[in-house]
């Protein structure tokens, strides 16, 4: 079959466009770039609100570590010092875990919320469980 000898016009060339439309996935990507955004926001959101937790958590107990050298400087006998340690590791072991839990509460917000957005930015399509059929072992 021969070539055309004349150029397409304008029209015949984005004819088409029709047919062959980039529009949908250009919307799509645009759905996938907003949610991306959104994802990267809230994930600095968290970020900073743990940075801050943990901060303010460290303030606390350089605080509690400044008290306990003022107080064991006080300390005139043994026991005097072993009462104090004692009181002092009881409370930095609860406050330590009550931190710990605080930060694993944040962490699992945080995944929860980003598994909620994945969604949006890759819809996977519902499909059914397949079904598996083991046989049975002979014995």
């Known amino acids: 079959m021969p070539m055309p000898s004349s150029k397409p016009t304008p029209e015949q060339a984005y004819a088409f466009e029709k047919h062959f439309s980039i529009t949908p996935f250009l919307e799509a990507q645009q759905r996938a770039l907003r949610a991306t955004l959104d994802l ?21 107990r350089l605080e509690e570590d400044r008290k306990a050298l003022v107080e064991g400087s006080g300390c005139r006998t043994p026991q005097e010092a072993l009462t104090l340690s004692t009181a002092f590791m009881e409370t930095a072991v609860k406050q330590y875990g009550e931190e710990f839990a605080s930060l694993t509460r944040l962490c699992i917000e945080s995944l ?15 499909m059914d469980a397949p079904k598996l059929s083991v046989p049975a072992r002979a014995a």
């Not at 919320?113 to 519902?126: H, I, N, S």
């Open 40 to 60: 990267q926001s809230q994930a600095l959101a968290r970020a900073s609100r743990m940075s801050s937790t943990c901060a303010d958590f460290i303030r606390m």
């Open 112 to 126: 929860h919320d980003t598994v909620q957005a994945v969604p949006e930015l890759a819809p996977v399509p519902a």
